[in-house]
């Protein structure tokens, strides 16, 4: 699906950027890692909703790991 019509971003592509060794922790760093900067602002939204989406994925797969001290 497209996320931003501005820069033609996928959320694919929002995907592949949070999956990447230098992890962005903002939409800001979300761009930068795709190689451009936000246009109109409209997509910001969806790529933080991505960005949680995938925190709580890897949270939900560390709860049946080993507990923490």
């Known amino acids: 699906m497209i996320v931003?019509?501005?820069?033609?971003?996928?959320?694919?592509?929002?995907?592949?950027?949070i999956g990447a060794e230098e992890t962005p922790r903002t939409?800001?760093?979300v761009y930068g890692c795709l190689g451009c900067?936000?246009?109109c602002g409209r997509c910001a939204r969806?790529?933080?909703r991505i960005m949680?989406?995938?925190v709580a994925a890897a949270r939900g797969?560390?709860?049946g790991g080993r507990?923490?001290?």
């Open 27 to 29: 939409t800001g760093q």
């Open 52 to 54: 949680d989406d995938a």
């Open 37 to 39: 900067s936000p246009q």
């Open 61 to 63: 797969c560390c709860a």
């Open 4 to 17: 931003c019509s501005c820069n033609v971003l996928s959320d694919h592509d929002v995907r592949a950027a």
């Open 67 to 69: 507990q923490r001290d």
């Open 46 to 48: 969806t790529i933080r």
